[in-house]
Every structure is written in structure tokens, then in C-alpha cells.
């Protein structure tokens, strides 16, 4: 065997199993440029069968032994790999396409640093010593309005009427898919002017635990997915 094909195969006996286990599982599949949803079928070895994507009402037509790209979206990441058309037949009036992966599945990027594009509104106080430990101390501190117009599990970006500077600590209190974080976070740069007369901030979290990292990362990719599902086909390349 190959190397590549054992690469291909140790790949697909690391992530398959977790890919299968998210009732929820989606395939991008791009095509001339653009990203569209489709639902896996069946998966044997390194043998797929996909629905056909639709674009508005109409089949995407691919022709064989074309090479793409495909994206897995689930619980558990984002996973790319590309996949080589082999044939394609109709059932019950529906489209599908016989596919093979051709070169290993890896992660298409750390979740961590996959930011979603999202309107939070949120509070911040900015930190002074002994606040971060004393809830007495933090509770004297003026509260500001502000939004996050972006969120990963690294960090956000901010905007807010204040301009922040680099260094300042920051308390933040947000909810987040229906669940409430209290989160501290660090300004990385001095606050950019924007044109609505507020100021973008790039925000790193601090000291975040575990439970509350894994929590933070789960709700991003549920809320990228029901994002997805809105969305009307084809979409941008994610």
C-alpha cells in the first residue's frame, strides 16, 4: 500500500467514527468557486455516497473523476479532505454522487481560533488590582456598554463607544446561545476608530477554564451550523 493511501486510511479510522456519531453532520462540497451543502449517505472504507448539492431547484452537475474539495462539519471540528467524483445515478428522483477520498482527512483548522461573525451585546468593566480576585472590589467598578462583533474560543472583537488601550484587563459578562459567561479578557491593541464613531478592539481571554473553553467551542460551531442550515445554497466558501 501507498503511503499516501495509508495516510488516507489512518486518517479515516482516527475521525470517522466521531464524524458518524453527529446526527447533525454536514458536507461542504465546493465547486467552481463556490460551497455548497449536501448530506452524506453511506461510508465505506474510503468510499462515499453523497446526495447531489441543489443550486436554487436545480442539480449541481459535476462530471467524473473530478477532484474537489470537501469540508465535514461536526461536533467535533471541522475536517477537510479532497474527494474524487466516480460516478453519479439517480434514486427515486434524486441525484447522488459516488465519491473517494483521495487525500487525508486532517483538520481544517484548531477550533480555537475559528471566529464567528455574531452580534453580542455584553458589559465590561476594566480591571484594577485585587478586582480579578476580590467580587467586592469588581462590583465598585463603572459598567460600560459595548458589542462583540466576532467570537472564538481565543478571544472577540469589541466595539465600544470607549477607546480601550493595550493591556487593559477586562471583566466581560455576556450570554451566548441562551448561556451566560462571565469572562476575563485582555485588549491587544489600541482601539481602531470606526466609521460609526465607536472603537474595534481585538480582545484575548484569560484564564479560562476548561469546562467553559470546551462549553464556548461547542455553542461556536452549533451556531455556525444553524447558520448553515438558514442559509440559502449555493454559499461562500466557509
Not at 455548497?36 to 473523476?65: R, S
Not at 481602531?192 to 484575548?204: E, K
Amino acid at each position: 500500500m501507498a503511503t499516501t493511501e495509508m495516510e488516507i486510511q489512518k486518517s479515516i479510522e482516527r475521525y470517522k467514527e466521531a464524524l458518524l456519531k453527529d446526527i447533525n453532520l454536514k458536507l461542504h462540497l465546493t465547486v467552481k468557486e463556490k460551497t455548497y451543502i449536501t448530506k452524506l449517505v453511506q461510508w465505506i472504507e474510503d468510499k462515499l455516497i453523497i446526495e447531489a448539492p441543489l443550486d436554487k431547484l436545480n442539480w449541481v452537475l459535476i462530471e467524473a473523476e473530478k477532484k474537489l474539495n470537501m469540508i465535514f462539519i461536526s461536533k467535533s471540528g471541522m475536517y477537510g479532505a479532497t474527494v474524487r467524483i466516480k460516478r453519479h445515478y439517480r434514486k427515486k428522483d434524486i441525484l447522488y454522487y459516488s465519491v473517494q477520498i483521495v487525500s487525508p482527512l486532517v483538520k481544517k483548522q484548531q477550533r480555537k481560533f475559528f471566529r464567528l461573525d455574531i452580534l453580542i451585546p455584553l458589559t465590561y468593566r476594566i480591571l484594577i488590582d485585587r478586582a480579578e480576585k476580590d467580587k467586592e472590589i469588581l462590583n465598585t467598578l463603572p459598567t460600560y456598554q459595548a458589542t462583540a462583533v466576532n467570537i472564538s474560543t481565543g478571544g472577540m472583537c469589541l466595539v465600544s463607544k470607549e477607546q480601550l488601550h493595550k493591556g487593559n484587563r477586562l471583566y466581560l459578562e455576556f450570554n451566548f446561545m441562551d448561556k451566560p459567561f462571565e469572562l476575563m479578557g485582555e485588549v491587544l491593541f489600541l482601539g481602531d476608530p470606526t466609521v460609526s464613531g465607536n472603537f474595534a478592539h481585538r480582545i484575548r481571554f484569560l484564564k479560562m477554564e476548561r469546562p467553559i473553553e470546551n462549553l464556548l467551542t461547542k455553542l461556536i460551531f452549533e451556531k455556525q451550523r444553524q447558520d448553515l442550515e438558514k442559509a440559502n445554497v449555493p454559499l461562500d466558501t466557509i
